[in-house]
């Protein structure tokens, strides 16, 4: 799952997506989305539970970020694909990142959220499949700009898969120490 995967998801997303992706990638562009899930906790859910569900979304991106990027990334040390410009892989940025690329924090981070957002049961199955949507859109946009290999999005979800299922069960524990509702 490396350069000639990449080379394949480059070449079938059409041009005019680029400036999609550049969106999608930003993180500034999902505050809005925060912002709105923490006001609907506030709103749907006691103030303990939403505190305590903003806490462990706090906690899983940290515990995610730490992991993917001062540890892991660091350890494997493996160059981006644009830092590799004889394999030709189209970058759509103005800079190649400096950092390393397995894993992808972006996949990991976000993938944490969606799973510890679904564990959690505060929300709706529609509301569970626009956050894996929303991963998925992620990922894929960090692959069309030329940023990650398919291994380094791979590896992301799932370190994200697990730090997102160990934070539900966090505030399960905590929802079920203080005989909370969600």
């Avoid at 906790?41 to 979304?57: I, T």
């Amino acid at each position: 799952m490396g350069a000639e995967w990449l080379h394949q998801i480059q070449s079938i997303t059409p041009a005019f997506f680029d400036a999609l992706v550049m969106v999608l990638r930003n993180k500034t562009t999902w505050i809005p989305l925060y912002i709105l899930i923490g006001v609907y906790l506030f709103v749907r859910q006691e103030k303990k539970v939403a505190l305590a569900f903003l806490a462990c979304s706090a906690l899983a991106v940290g515990l995610g970020d730490l992991m993917s990027s001062h540890i892991l990334k660091p350890y494997f040390a493996h160059p981006r694909p644009c830092q590799e410009p004889l394999l030709g892989f189209q970058l759509l940025l103005e800079h190649c990142p400096k950092s390393y690329s397995f894993p992808s924090s972006h996949a990991t981070n976000h993938m944490a959220l969606a799973i510890f957002w679904i564990g959690s049961r505060c929300f709706s199955k529609t509301q569970a499949i626009f956050f894996l949507i929303w991963v998925f859109l992620i990922v894929w946009a960090q692959m069309v700009v030329g940023v990650h290999y398919p291994k380094d999005i791979v590896a992301g979800l799932l370190l994200g898969s697990l730090i997102g299922y160990m934070f539900s069960r966090v505030f399960y524990f905590f929802v079920e120490r203080f005989s909370l509702q969600t």
